[in-house]
Nanobody
Framework: QVQLVESGGGLVQAGGSLRLSCAAS????????MAWFRQAPGKEREFVAG????????NYADSVKGRFTISRDNAKNTVYLQMNSLKLEDTAVYSC???????????????????WGQGTQVTVSS
């Protein structure tokens, strides 16, 4: 069982930066592939970035490549999402998610993730 708690959301001007954190409980954290998803009002949830258990492999949505960086600190049971050059269209609720520890790969399908946090709001203003 893994419990996830996000933090770090807030209001930021376009062009600014935020860093989201996802604190996880559970003994298998270092084996769980992790990801960030987001959902804007009236839109479907979409994949943002993912990272393997060791942190050696990462994936990004095309819309955030070069602006966002996902990382993890397994000693602290925490995954991060550094968001730079934020745009108005990045406004959404951001949620972190974890796959089962026996799943080795990062995917962009939300149905592959079995543990979810409650989400944190990111609002980008002009």
């Amino acid at each position: 069982q893994v419990q996830l708690v996000e933090s770090g959301g807030g209001l930021v001007q376009a062009g600014g930066s935020l860093r989201l954190s996802c604190a996880a409980s559970g003994r298998t954290f270092s084996m769980n592939p992790m990801a960030w998803f987001r959902q804007a009002p009236g839109k479907e949830r979409e994949f943002v970035a993912g990272i393997s258990g060791t942190g050696g492999s990462t994936n990004y949505a095309d819309s955030v490549k070069g602006r966002f960086t996902i990382s993890r600190d397994n000693a602290k049971n925490t995954v991060y999402l550094q968001m730079n050059s934020l745009k108005l269209e990045d406004t959404a609720v951001y949620s972190c998610a974890a796959r089962h520890f026996m799943s080795s790969t990062v995917t962009a399908r939300d149905s592959d993730y079995i543990y979810w946090g409650q989400g944190t709001q990111v609002t980008v203003s002009s």
